[in-house]
């Protein structure tokens, strides 16, 4: 069964990542076809750009750098949950996504976003270009959720039927882009 790695991507005091990334978790587990890996940023703690190499070499000096390196080459597939701050994408993720490089090569990527009006469209456009140079595959489906916090009751997120629709449309498409992007990486990078 393919691995799945959930980020949670806000570390905000007060966040309401949190609610939203365990209704994905819930959601996936109801869909079955993923291991997860929980990847909760704020409990994570990364530093902020500690190492001295390029992430390429893999020469990494930091134990919570080889820490993150070994969760992340173990995922097959990724769910980015992400706010969008001054449309732009959470600094904790960019942050998380920076500190490494071949481990994110051809990993499908999709994603669940949430903001205010835009339901963090525009964070999520802002963090295709990274991604692209690293590699990952984003999904054409993708979750957003606008006003997010109307949503959430008791530290409770309760999807709407549209949202829940799309998240289950978004995890079938990381089982077909998984499938088709295996053994691109499991050949030499070019
Ligand atoms: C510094 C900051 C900037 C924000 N900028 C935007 C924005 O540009 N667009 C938007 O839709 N919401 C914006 N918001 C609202 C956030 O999307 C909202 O607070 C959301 O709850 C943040 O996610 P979090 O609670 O998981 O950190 C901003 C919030 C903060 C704290």
Same mark, same amino acid.
């Given at each position: ?6 980020? +949670? ?5 007060? !966040? ?23 990847? %909760? ?16 070499? !893999? ?11 070994? !969760? ?23 942050? &998380?996504? %920076? ?12 994603? +669940? ?23 990952? +595959? ?15 009751? %008791?530290? +409770?997120?309760?999807?709407? %039927? ?16 998984? &499938?088709?992007?295996?053994?691109? !990486? &499991?050949?030499?990078?070019?």
């Amino acid at each position: 069964m393919p691995k799945l790695m959930i980020v +949670v991507g806000s570390v905000r005091e007060g !966040r309401i990542g949190l609610p939203i990334a365990q209704w994905v978790r819930g959601a996936v587990e109801r869909h079955g076809g993923f291991e997860i890996d929980w990847a %909760d940023l704020k409990e994570i703690g990364l530093p902020l750009m500690t190492e001295p190499n390029h992430p390429r070499l !893999r020469q990494y000096t930091q134990a919570s750098t080889i820490a993150w390196s070994e !969760r992340v080459d173990a995922a097959d597939t990724l769910i980015f949950v992400q706010p969008e701050y001054n449309f732009s994408y959470s600094p904790a993720l960019k942050n &998380a996504m %920076d500190h490494l490089s071949q481990e994110w090569w051809r990993k499908p990527l999709g994603t +669940v976003s949430y903001g205010g009006i835009s339901g963090g469209t525009r964070g999520t456009a802002a963090l295709r270009v990274p991604e692209m140079a690293l590699g990952l +595959v984003p999904t054409t489906v993708n979750v957003e959720i606008p006003w997010a916090f109307k949503q959430i009751e %008791d530290g +409770v997120f309760t999807p709407l %039927d549209s949202q829940a629709t799309m998240l289950e449309r978004m995890l079938n498409e990381l089982t077909s882009l998984d &499938a088709a992007l295996a053994p691109l !990486r &499991a050949a030499p990078r070019p």
